[in-house]
């Protein structure tokens, strides 16, 4: 009786007269009610995998159970877990994605875009105001999906107790991710989007997460276009020795011994909250350096990603970065730590070690207003921009951005910093859509920033190719086209010989 009303109260709501406010797909995985405003019709909190819950945890992901009883589709879902500030937040049951798609009547099917949010592999989805699809899909006439994957010691650890019959350690959140990429493939027909026309996009740790799936073989054919925004130097991935050995002091601190199998068990039992914050306990992190890490285990990574990429098939690129990434080293109380040359090159040597000799060559102070100017160039282009005009180089015919817009007000002194482009683009600094920035309203000028970048991508998705192929472009309110004598390209060609 329950599964007949609840196929009953579909009916009402997929024909006759529904509410203007829901929206009804019938995907293979089971029929979903969302929410249509605006012209944009959402479904929130769909599941693609399994619980990773118990024996699942540090596995690959399992298949979701389909359902055949309409499913809300309504509600934000709960984030996986992580911790903020002293906060923890998410649950394990996580492994859901978010689709939105333009209430429109298209001749074909519109091109995907699916998304890979960043924060480090440690933080990041869940109900975010800055990452949401609905002025992407409106703007560019694309369905916009948003993937939630397991971060952290759950996504990511890489003791050897862990390691399955094939030899795979770590990496179960880019695992995740490969999941939903297939969930795209068999299922996103039903809320009108193209699977043959897919761009895998992503900022920060998703756009390394981005460069790792498309190495991958398992990957292939699952997207064709791909766009990499602000992601960090994934040079120098750790081997599993390596990532053994920065699990270890988490494992210490849990508890867990004995031989790998009880070890295994142990890690499985322990709960979720617990090694979130054993991982975020100290300020290097039990983890090492950043947290969380992909690890080139020989099958799931068979090699660095950037080196892994010549023999993927021949994909779209679109590459860029913010221009001041580091921008928010402003915020510090920089002007007495670095107040004089010296005491600048003093902080690069502390940075840098063994190559600072180099890269204070490059990045005289003498060359720039003042030192903490020079340290947040230095900074910006040795993590990001020279990283990714490599990465360009690598995948010949792709093209490459670099976001120059400035906020107003007091923000501005910050520039074009880390994650900026992702509100911008998603239209989420206007505070009818929550805003990305508490106390932050759009300005007339950033909402035409918003609307180049969602030209932009939307065109690429479409599948035009919006910037030159081989060329570089500033984009704020209107696109710049670099010269030959750039500042920062002589200066990433100054480097070449760092990694």
Do not use: K
Request: proline letters at 9%.
């Amino acid at each position: 009786m329950q599964r007949l009303l609840g196929f009953f109260f579909l009916l009402l709501a997929a024909c006759g007269d529904p509410s203007p406010e829901s929206a009804v797909v019938h995907p293979p995985t089971g029929p979903l009610i969302g929410s249509r405003e605006a012209g944009v019709s959402a479904f929130r909190a769909i599941p693609y995998a399994a619980p990773p819950m118990g024996a699942r945890r540090f596995q690959p992901p399992a298949p979701a159970a389909v359902w055949t009883d309409p499913r809300p589709a309504t509600d934000v879902g709960p984030g996986c877990p992580q911790q903020m500030g002293e906060a923890y937040l998410g649950q394990e049951d996580c492994l859901t994605l978010d689709v939105w798609t333009p209430v429109t009547d298209p001749e074909e099917p519109l091109p995907v875009m699916v998304w890979l949010h960043g924060g480090g592999l440690v933080q990041g989805g869940g109900p975010d105001a800055m990452n949401d699809g609905r002025v992407l899909a409106r703007d560019a006439e694309v369905v916009v999906v948003m993937v939630q994957y397991r971060l952290g010691a759950l996504g990511y650890l890489g003791d050897p107790s862990l390691r399955d019959e094939r030899g795979a350690v770590g990496n179960y959140g880019l695992l995740d991710q490969l999941a939903a990429l297939r969930w795209v493939r068999e299922n996103i027909g039903a809320f009108g989007g193209d699977p043959a026309r897919v761009t895998l996009f992503g900022s920060s740790a998703g756009g390394a997460s981005v460069v790792a799936l498309a190495s991958m073989p398992a990957a292939d054919g699952l997207f064709d276009g791909v766009i990499v925004q602000s992601a960090p130097a994934a040079w120098g991935l750790p081997a599993p020795e390596e990532a053994a050995a920065r699990a270890q002091p988490l494992v210490d601190a849990v508890g867990c011994g004995g031989d790998e199998r009880e070890r295994a068990a142990c890690l499985r039992a322990v709960p979720a909250e617990t090694l979130v914050r054993a991982s975020a306990s100290d300020d290097e992190g039990l983890l090492g350096p950043g947290g969380a890490s992909l690890v080139v285990d020989g099958v799931v990574l068979a090699e660095q990603p950037i080196d892994g990429l010549g023999d993927r098939p021949q994909r779209r690129w679109l590459v860029g970065t913010n221009r001041e990434e580091a921008g928010v080293i402003r915020l510090l109380p920089l002007t007495a730590l670095l107040g004089s040359p010296e005491l600048y090159g003093a902080a690069v040597g502390e940075l840098f070690g063994e190559d600072a000799a180099a890269l204070l060559e490059v990045y005289p102070a003498s060359a720039f207003d003042d030192p903490t100017e020079a340290l947040v160039t230095l900074l910006t282009e040795r993590f990001f921009t020279c990283p990714n005009l490599a990465l360009q180089d690598a995948r010949p015919g792709s093209a490459g951005y670099r976001f120059t817009h400035r906020l107003r007000g007091e923000p501005a002194a910050l520039g074009a910093f880390h994650s900026l482009e992702i509100a911008t683009l998603f239209g989420t600094l206007s505070p009818e859509l929550g805003g990305a920035y508490a106390g932050y309203a759009e300005a007339p000028a950033d909402a035409r920033a918003g609307e180049l970048l969602r030209s932009v991508w939307g065109r690429f998705a479409h599948g035009a190719m919006p910037i030159a192929a081989g060329a570089h472009v500033d984009l704020d309110e209107e696109p710049v086209p670099w010269t030959a004598d750039e500042p920062a390209l002589l200066r990433c060609r100054a480097l070449e010989g760092l990694r």
